[in-house]
């Protein structure tokens, strides 16, 4: 086992739902404060850190609330959605004492700084955790998607999906009991047998760009660490 860190920077995509815990919707506070304590975790590994937020505990375009809506308008309140939820985590980043920033994939300059990327990697040369909102800035995409792109443009070594399972199953580990996690799959069996590790678009970019993700389990204590770690946690999408 590993006594440091396998990764230098990393690019954790938190979906809205991982903030909302058991509840329904919204943000749910002791949530919020154990997800911090576990990036401030790694952060405290000397590891940068990078985190894409989803918004689908306020809203998405593809929701039944968004029935019947124009679906670009319903992205962009989607991605507005991302927004109040990086304000929340950003709060909850400085109320633990971790040094961080919001940038904004769309102009909203009262309350977040715009996307830029060279500032954005010396901001995580510095040691200070980026917070990247409001999704690509572009409806019909999916904050997988964002999760994809600034892990490259970032040159993040590695994309880290925080989920609600551990990894992904031969199937449904709440139908099957005999379902078993994968340790590792390639981008082209996770694309082709559909496991909706990441939408289509976001593994393909990927893939491209030799990009790997680790999909692991959020809900479980310390899943994060182990996966910097480098230990056997969660699922691995590699290119070979
Ligand atoms: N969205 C978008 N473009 C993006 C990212 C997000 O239009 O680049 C919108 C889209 O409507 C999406 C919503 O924002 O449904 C919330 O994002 P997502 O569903 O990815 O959040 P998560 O499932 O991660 O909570």
């Known amino acids: 086992m590993s006594v440091v860190p396998v990764y230098k ?3 954790l995509k938190l979906s809205g739902e991982a903030l909302m815990g058991d509840d329904t ?4 506070r002791a949530v919020i404060e154990r997800i911090v304590r576990e990036i401030g975790e790694v952060v405290g590994l000397g590891i940068q850190v990078a985190v894409v937020i989803g918004g689908g ?3 998405r375009g593809v929701a039944p609330a968004a029935e019947g809506m124009d679906r670009a308008t319903a992205d ?5 959605a991302t927004v109040m939820n990086a304000m929340a985590l950003q709060d909850a980043m400085k109320r633990s004492g971790l040094d961080c920033r919001v940038q904004s994939a769309l102009n909203l300059e009262q309350v977040a700084e715009p996307f830029i990327r060279g500032k954005a990697l010396r901001y995580l040369e510095d040691g200070k955790v980026v917070i990247f909102a409001a999704g690509t800035g572009n409806p019909f995409f999916t904050t997988d998607t964002a999760a994809a792109l600034r892990g490259v443009e970032m040159d993040a070594e590695v994309v880290i999906k925080a989920t609600k399972v551990d990894g992904v199953y031969t199937a449904d580990p709440k139908l099957d009991p ?7 799959v390639s981008f082209d069996e996770a694309i082709s047998k559909n496991f909706k590790v990441m939408d289509a678009t976001a593994l393909t970019l990927c893939r491209d760009q030799r990009l790997p993700i680790i999909v692991f389990s959020i809900f479980k204590h310390d899943a994060l660490k182990r996966v910097v770690m480098g230990e056997d946690e969660g699922t691995l999408v590699h290119c070979y």
Request: no cysteine.
């Open 9 to 11: 920077r990393i690019l």
């Open 25 to 28: 919707h919204g943000i749910n």
């Open 57 to 59: 505990n306020i809203f």
């Open 76 to 80: 962009y309140m989607g991605m507005l």
């Open 178 to 184: 005999a379902a078993v996690r994968y340790q590792k």
